[in-house]
């Protein structure tokens, strides 16, 4: 059963910086590319990162560039978002998604919580 | 690119024939996916490639559309179907969904 654990999220006070992570199972992850998308509270979806299966092709939305950097160890089978210079606009629930079927995301983990606030 | 949704929420009742529009700033060819997210839980994909039907998701769900306009449809709306639909498109390295349509109970 294909399974992806968010981690990581939580309190932190703008400026800050924290690392969420996804554990993923039941499939080839190193065979995958991987998705980050957000949702800020009562709001829609919003696409975050895009990593390639090796790691070496990389995209982010123009809001995270500079702040965020996906990351990914295939051995340890997960995935990275290192959030720095955090925002209150940053506040809300992290996906991870698996492209399972090319350019669509068939498999998502529960979703993680963050918060920016003083 | 913008991805823009009509209408942003409809009331219908069981049973009823319910379509959504997704429309592209620029053309996206089929890289268009449709995505159901129910409250308090992560979205789960409905259609990609904008006609394809995922494994496991009802026949009642399909989706058309190329270019710029594309369009979501459900046959007969069950209970379960209750939730929020967005569009996503894939055609361009940076992903963009829709803002959402809302479908609630007459």
């Known amino acids: 059963e294909v399974q992806l654990v968010e981690s990581g999220g939580g309190l932190v006070q703008p400026g800050g910086s924290l690392r969420l992570s996804c554990a993923a199972s039941?499939?080839?992850?190193?065979?995958?590319?991987m998705n980050w998308v957000r949702q800020a509270p009562g709001k829609g979806l919003e696409w975050v990162s895009y990593i390639t299966s090796s790691g070496g092709t990389i995209y982010y939305a123009d809001s995270v560039k500079g702040r965020f950097t996906v990351s990914r160890d295939n051995a340890k089978n997960s995935l990275y978002l290192q959030m720095n210079s955090l925002r209150a606009e940053d506040t809300g629930v992290y996906y991870c998604?698996?492209?399972?079927?090319?350019?669509?995301?068939?498999?998502w983990g529960q979703g993680t919580r963050v918060t920016v606030s003083s | 690119i913008q991805m823009t949704q009509s209408p942003s929420s409809l009331s219908a009742s069981v049973g009823d024939r319910v379509t959504i529009t997704c429309r592209a700033s620029?053309?996206?060819?089929?890289?268009l996916n449709w995505y159901q997210q129910k409250q308090g839980k992560a979205p789960k994909l409905l259609i990609y490639?904008?006609?394809s039907l995922q494994s496991g998701v009802p026949s009642r769900f399909s989706g058309s559309g190329s270019g710029t306009d594309f369009s979501l449809t459900i046959s007969s709306l069950q209970p379960e179907d209750f939730a929020t639909y967005y569009c996503?498109?894939?055609?361009?390295?940076?992903?963009?969904f829709g803002q959402g349509t809302k479908v609630d109970i007459k």
């Open positions: 998604a698996r492209e399972g079927i090319p350019a669509a995301s068939d498999y």
């Open positions: 620029q053309s996206i060819s089929t890289y």
């Open positions: 490639a904008a006609s």
């Open positions: 039941g499939f080839t992850f190193n065979s995958y590319e």
């Open positions: 996503q498109q894939t055609y361009s390295t940076l992903y963009t």
